[in-house]
């Protein structure tokens, strides 16, 4: 074995050592896994793409949870002898990315990108995403992700460019992306459309304004929009209004005086709200837009493109911000007479980008969009983009896990629009789209779609003006499980890794991300992106709160690694949520994991302080390990179950059941009662094909404790590249010649031995008894139990050959075969009936008094928090984070509650008349 191992596990002393082991040994690339025989040529191919990192900043603990997970699920299917491949990369993020440089452009030298111009703001741009992303990757390695470096992908790097213009080209070509007038989401601040999913709708309390509308009063809580209003529009089936005919016209006096309006019905309006009668702006609303579309109603843009009202506003307001224009033109018509009544209160939703969270003010502009129903030409029939994202999922060629996503993302494809692609940002992927300068056929009047640049007119070789627009930054995301591996050559990674395995990514962008890859897949391809989409949840505070620099509870993943390991940011990352669900974390949590790998360490400790008694063979395979006692039998029966059970479940992607019962596993079984075992057996050989068996399943989760103990004990090959254990123990006599394994005894002594020493430590705690004092045990075993394993004979015998076990395990000096006359304490949930004797160990009266008192407090808990639980005004105020911990108190409660009673169940005791009627000690004949 190697040096001594240190008393305590320093993870900064072995991360970057083996970090750089790791690297140099070529095992993150398949094809050296292939020539060092990790992986077979013609072995199984499990492949992900990195979700990319936005090149805006650092990592968060969502981006360290992505990466924990994912990096399990590659080491796993790495150490199973797969061609595996995780494929890195990092996103130009154009709108977040040129919001932030543009931020601290002025901050820093009051200046705009407009001061700049645009050639020079993009190499600020450029020069902060190459910072950006070189600390990214530091970070990435820094947590052990084992990524394939060499086929690094940036979203905006000259392959991906090439992507991103076929499939534009291509699209363009099949009919579903075009360009047309439609009403989109404007972000006046950064002067740019926004994409549906990129809404983030905030509470606004406004006042809501009544005015007078001809014969009409109308509600609104944005009268800067009213002055070109002349439609007013009610349900066709309001009763209030039947009087009125749909087309009607009427006069009446308004902002700048008499105007002509025009009454329409139309289904979409809500008789609920308001007084049921609205004027519609469909220039800057989407509801009135299709309103106006469908009855070939005019539209007028009132606000122009920087927030400001334009000239049709007329004398007094053009020119305006939109909040000082609403508090005039509310005095105007107020002095017109036309303000009917103001309710102060009103609450609403507003729509801003969650990009900078500019206001949205909608607009209808010229814009290139993505058609979802439109039917096109697919593989030899008719389809909709629709169509292929619904049937993909559908059809099980695509599973979401959990289940439960699979009914939102189908509500959210039923409600999905045309996507707006095209941006007025600088940054980001230039459209592949030049018009013709001076048309002089018909062909000129239409957009040129090119994979290549444009030098002339295709249809007059006239000069021609490449579009100055950009495309949403999820055009070129969405190709990404396929464009990294080449498309749109026919690469061999192609062929090889695509359909990738899964994608593990944050519920938060099924929608901005995973549905576009399998719109852009199954239409560009024919096939999905990847078989299976494994959603993690958001990382909250400990309190259930999303982490926020103004509330100051953000935990940055490299500071924590540096304080408690890797390995324990890791792990608390992957067993600290299931599947789907929220992953609450606090440092006390993280640190409790830091005590986990501590205690993996001491168990390595333990195993090289041995005795080298054994033979290199011992240690090098299975040949001479030999199960010799029920013990043996036991632990090699636990890690056999949990050898299979780890391994189903991380092929069905559920890394945190996996985890917690590895930690079941090695806390309990191994550590807590094997070790203790082995210290009176020294079956040394077993022990150490049982750790070695832990580590090799521990190293996915906790890479570098279990490399570094690895080599400490002696190993000369890295785990990384170490197989996957996959002996399955079996009870077939001709499988003895290896591993000697009884899985009825190894049953037998969990049973018996296991459970019975449980229960005299148990209730030795709960009595008091000092842990030097030697106590006798007392068995009564039934003559009619003559069942095969639990025969009076064979229980004898297993319980007397396991005298010493109990001594050194339990503190029991004698073990009679009898009833015990004396004061003793029974142990229940056992085969048969046992009692400890507690004859001059403590004093009975005390100690009933005290047990008395304790279940009493623990009744009376949980009768209050049970009452609190149940009232409806508690849970409606309560915050989500006192509810919790009342609910885990509570479950501890009951627990210990119901542990105190199993104990205290039935005790013997000398003088039965001196105990009250119902108290927990009692008479037993």
């Known amino acids: 074995m190697n040096e001594t191992i240190p008393q305590t596990y320093q993870p900064q002393e072995y991360e970057d050592t083996i970090s750089r082991l790791w690297e140099e040994s070529g095992l993150f690339h398949p094809e050296t896994c292939i020539k060092k025989g990790v992986a077979r040529e013609d072995a199984a191919v499990f492949s992900i793409v990195l979700p990319p990192p936005n090149v805006t900043g650092t990592l968060h603990l969502g981006h360290a949870a992505m990466l924990a997970i994912e990096d399990l699920f ?22 977040a990315t040129q919001e932030k440089v543009e931020r601290l452009l002025w901050n820093e030298e009051r200046k705009t990108r407009h001061d700049l111009g645009r050639e020079v703001f993009l190499e600020k741009v450029k020069a902060f995403a190459k910072n950006s992303h070189d600390t990214i990757v530091g970070q990435a390695k820094k947590m052990g992700a084992s990524l394939d470096w060499s086929r690094e992908a940036f979203t905006l790097d000259e392959e991906r460019s090439l992507a991103v213009r076929t499939a534009f080209k291509r699209l363009f070509d099949k009919g579903i992306l075009s360009r047309g007038d439609r009403i989109v989401h404007w972000d006046p601040k950064l002067r740019t459309t926004v994409s549906d999913d990129e809404i983030e709708w905030k509470q606004e309390t406004v006042p809501f304004y009544y005015f007078q509308y001809g014969p009409f009063v109308i509600g609104t809580s944005r009268p800067e929009t009213k002055f070109g209003d002349k439609y007013v529009v009610v349900h066709p089936d309001d009763e209030r209004y039947a009087s009125y005919r749909d087309g009607e016209t009427f006069s009446l006096e308004w902002v700048h005086g008499p105007i002509i309006a025009t009454l329409i019905k139309d289904a979409a309006i809500d008789c609920e709200f308001g007084t049921g009668a609205m004027t519609i702006t469909p220039w800057h609303d989407g509801t009135d837009f299709e309103i106006a579309e469908r009855h070939g109603l005019e539209k007028n843009q009132i606000i122009g493109f920087d927030g400001t009202l334009l000239p049709v506003a007329g004398d007094g307001f053009a020119g305006l911000d939109i909040l000082e224009a609403r508090k005039r033109i509310v005095e105007t018509l107020d002095r017109k007479g036309l303000l009917v009544r103001v309710e102060e209160n009103y609450t609403h939703s507003v729509a801003t980008n969650s990009r900078g969270g ?5 607009q209808i502009m010229r814009q290139w969009f993505v058609s979802v129903n439109k039917t096109f030409e697919h593989e030899g029939g008719q389809t909709t983009l629709k169509t292929l ?46 018009y013709c300068d001076t048309p002089k056929h018909k062909g000129c009047e239409a957009p040129i779609v090119q994979v290549e640049p444009v030098l002339s007119c295709p249809f007059c070789g006239g000069s021609v003006t490449k579009d100055p627009d950009t495309l949403d930054t999820w055009f070129s995301s969405g190709l990404w499980t396929f464009s990294t591996l080449g498309w749109p050559s026919s690469s061999r990674d192609l062929e090889t890794y695509h359909p990738t395995s899964v994608v593990e990514t944050g519920y938060d962008i099924l929608f901005f991300w995973v549905a576009r890859m399998i719109l852009m897949s199954t239409a560009l391809l024919g096939e999905v992106p990847f078989r299976t989409v494994s959603l993690h949840g958001l990382v909250l505070d400990e309190h259930g709160r999303k982490m926020s620099k103004s509330i100051g509870n953000v935990i940055d993943p490299l500071d924590v690694s540096k304080k408690f390991g890797t390995d324990a940011v890791r792990l608390s990352l ?10 609450r974390l606090g440092e006390e949590k993280i640190e409790s994991f830091r005590n986990f790998a501590n205690k993996l360490w001491n168990i390595g400790r333990y195993m090289q302080g041995l005795s080298k008694e054994s033979t290199e063979e011992e240690t090098s395979g299975t040949e001479n390990i030999r199960a010799i006692s029920l013990a043996d039998h036991w632990i090699l029966s636990r890690l056999d179950e949990t050898m ?60 570098f404790v279990t490399e570094a103990l690895w080599k400490h004990l002696g190993e000369h090959s890295l785990l990384l590249g170490t197989a996957w254990p996959s002996l399955r123990l079996s009870n077939e006599r001709e499988q003895r010649n290896t591993i000697a394994f009884l899985p009825e005894r190894a049953t037998q002594y969990a049973s018996h031995i296991q459970n019975l020493i449980e229960k005299i430590r148990a209730a030795r705690t709960l009595y008091r008894v000092p842990a030097g ?36 395990l339990a503190h029991i000096g004698d073990i009679q075969f009898e009833a015990n006359k004396k004061t003793a304490a029974s142990l229940s949930g056992m085969p048969f009936l046992a009692s400890l004797g507690l004859e001059g160990a403590i004093d009975i009266e005390t100690e009933r008094r005290r047990i008395e008192k304790e279940l009493f407090e623990i009744e009376s808990f949980v009768h209050r928090a049970e009452a609190r639980m149940m009232s409806e005004s508690f849970r409606a105020k309560a915050p989500h984070s006192l509810i919790e911990e009342t609910n885990r108190l509570l479950a501890e409660k009951k627990k210990r509650g119901s542990t105190t009673q199993k104990c205290t169940r039935k005790p013997h005791i000398k003088n039965p008349e001196h105990s009250p009627k119902g108290s927990l000690f009692r008479s037993h004949h």
């Open 74 to 95: 590659v080491r796993f299917h790495r150490m199973r002898g797969d061609r595996t491949l995780w494929l890195p990369g990092t996103d130009h993020a154009a709108i």
């Open 389 to 434: 994202m619904r049937d993909a999922v559908r059809m099980k060629n695509v599973e979401i896990l959990p289940e439960r996503f699979e009914k939102i993302y189908f509500h959210w494809i039923d409600n999905l629009r045309d996507w707006c692609v095209s941006r007025q940002i600088w940054y980001g992927h230039p459209l592949p789209v030049s």
């Open 644 to 703: 299979r059970e780890t391994t189903r479940l991380l092929e069905r992607f559920h890394a945190s059941l996996a985890g917690e019962l590895l930690k079941a596993f090695t806390w309990n079984d191994l550590a807590d009662r094997y070790l203790e075992v082995h210290k009176l057996e020294r079956n040394d050989a077993l022990l150490r094909y049982v750790v070695r068996t832990t580590l090799t399943l521990w190293h996915p989760f906790l890479p």
């Open 773 to 808: 004092k030697l106590l006798p045990l007392f068995v009564e075993i039934s003559e009619s139990e003559e069942d095969t394993e639990a025969s009076p004979t064979k229980l004898r015998e297993t319980i007397e050959s396991h005298r010493l076990h109990f001594e050194k």
């Open 358 to 362: 500019g206001l949205i003010e909608p």
């Open 574 to 583: 992957v067993l600290s949520g299931t599947p789907g669900n929220d992953i």
